[in-house]
């Protein structure tokens, strides 16, 4: 091998090893920069927020946003937690504390979750009868000043309303904010059967004790053996359909009006694209 031979070598050696280092500090930060994100944000929180119990629960490198992302929380505030984003260079750039503590967000989010793990207790019961790929239950975080339309859900719970760290009665919000979503598979796809499957799911939930506002149900044929959707893609659905209006007498009747509203709904919007 010549010396041109060789210079050329170690040339792409080094331009290798650079290409290498650049791929994975993009993929996975670089120990100087992580020192830098380390050393700056305890400084930060300090000087930031002097009279709060506040520590560092972890930094670790955003593939997003190329910089360092740092969770922040309280050991005394269950509410208390948030993020900061950090720049290569170890400069706070963003803070979610307003956004998550301050607005009540965390709250409402801690709120829905407690609903929701309810909830999951009664689909995940051995003896619920129903299977479901989509099955679950929030309390919706609703801004006064926002407008929802149909067919998002309207109900929940105030997010002005709420109080940082408060521990509520879940399962009295939820009777007039409680959100369920539920996707029935059967055979047999009709309003009979979704009548059928929304009283016995109503009792389900009397017998655990979990109200709910209301509901959006769909039915569906059964997934095939694979666990691919059913090449048939017959399905009747409803959204926000009350509590209240689950009850034997005429039950088909009022379902009958519901899905007739949620398809007029989607044939509106169908047209639109066109």
Known sequence: ???????????????????????????????????????????????????????????????????????????????THFYLEVSLIGKVISNSYEDGVLS?????????SEYRTMVNKIFDDPDFPYSSEIGFGDIPIVKGDVEIGYPEPNYGILLGELELDKIYDIKELAKSGGHVVFYAQSEEVSVEMASEILIDLKKFFQQAEVPFYAIDFYLEKPRSDDGLPNQDTTRIGVNNFLYSDIYEEDMEERLSIAVKKLQDYYAKED????
Not at 21 to 29: D, K, Q, R, T, V
Not at 52 to 74: E, P, Q, R
Not at 104 to 112: D, Q
Request: hydrophobic share 40%.
């Open 104 to 112: 009540g967000w965390n709250t409402g989010n801690r709120i829905s």
């Open 1 to 79: 091998m010549n010396k041109a031979t060789k210079i050329l070598a170690g040339i792409t050696a080094v331009m290798l090893i650079i290409m290498l280092l650049y791929f994975a500090n993009g993929l996975l930060g670089n120990p100087v920069s992580k020192l830098l994100a380390e050393r700056s944000v305890p400084k930060y929180i300090a000087e930031t927020y002097p009279d709060m119990d506040l520590v560092v629960d972890g930094i670790n490198y955003n593939f997003k946003t190329g910089g360092y992302s740092a969770y922040i929380k309280s050991p005394t505030s269950i509410d």
């Open 271 to 274: 047209a639109k694209m066109k």
